[in-house]
């Protein structure tokens, strides 16, 4: 079983790639709320790396 930290790490990075995904998805179908979304999965993903960076020191 894997790490409770190295999951947590991970988590950033998926939130991260899905963001990119809907900005692909927002830029194929033209859709204005779906940029948002991307932007806003992106800066969780951040925001996420950043707490477990600082409470893994």
Do not use: R
């Not at 899905?18 to 925001?47: D, N, P, Q, R, T």
């Amino acid at each position: 079983m894997a790490n409770n930290t190295t999951v947590k790490d991970k988590s950033g990075y998926v939130f991260i790639a899905s963001g990119i995904i809907f900005g692909v998805a927002a830029f194929i179908s033209a859709e204005l709320a779906f940029y948002a979304i991307g932007v806003m999965f992106i800066i969780l993903g951040l925001v996420n790396l950043h707490n477990n960076k600082h409470l893994n020191e």
